[in-house]
T-cell receptor, first 114, second 111 residues
């Protein structure tokens, strides 16, 4: 099993460009998440999907959109990238909703916006 | 004030020694607690859940102190491979399942 996979691993964008970060999990998990991690700060939740067909905003949703394409895939889109979105982005999944389930993380996407 | 606060370290520990560090959380109604480990430039991975009675997993011991609102992690007989950043994670009440992550405590085990 691959677990949680993310593409791309690295990306450099110019201000105003758009891109989609892809995430897929093969563990049959119901819930999926997108986080960003910045130096000196904890991971912050951008969006989450409690189950297939639902998405909700997290702590820092501005400038992002998501799509839960099916049970396996959860993508994150930056419509007009800004330097403040330079960060490491992690996708995660868990068996169920609620805060008692272990979250499994993908390897991350390192994004730089110039 | 941050929901979850950690000493960033680094804690420099000789191989074989014991190291312990705490994490404080601000919401007294928090319900579940975890320690995740993150190696440099890698993804976080669950190290252990923290139960109200405290729990131990090999060389790692986690404790919860609800009265003072902190959790602790103790590592005995430190190995070089224990060098990592340890993330304190708290599930806030009424937040469905959204977790609050601390910024992490860096541990460096030296030969």
């Amino acid at each position: 099993n691959a677990g949680v996979t993310q593409t791309p691993k690295f990306q450099v964008l110019k201000t105003g460009q758009s891109m989609t970060l892809q995430c897929a999990q093969d563990m049959n998990h119901n819930s999926m998440y997108w986080y960003r991690q910045d130096p000196g700060m904890g991971l912050r939740l951008i969006y989450y999907s409690a189950s297939e067909g639902t998405t909700d905003k997290g702590e820092v949703p501005n400038g992002y959109n998501v799509s839960r394409l099916n049970k396996r895939e959860f993508s994150l889109r930056l419509e007009s990238a800004a330097p403040s979105q330079t960060s490491v982005y992690f996708c995660a999944s868990s068996t169920g909703s609620g805060g008692y389930n272990e979250q499994f993380f993908g390897p991350g996407t390192r994004l730089t916006v110039l | 004030r941050k929901e979850v606060e950690q000493d960033p370290g680094p804690f420099n520990v000789p191989e074989g020694a014991t190291v312990a560090f705490n994490c404080t959380y601000s919401n007294s109604a928090s319900q579940s607690f975890f320690w995740y480990r993150q190696d440099c430039r890698k993804e976080p991975k669950l190290l252990m859940s923290v139960y109200s009675s405290g729990n131990e997993d090999g060389r790692f011991t986690a404790q919860l102190n609800r009265a003072s609102q902190y959790i602790s992690l103790l590592i005995r007989d430190s190995k070089l491979s224990d060098s990592a950043t340890y993330l304190c994670v708290v599930n806030l009440p009424d937040s469905w399942g959204k977790l609050q992550f601390g910024a992490g405590t860096q541990v460096v085990v030296t030969p």
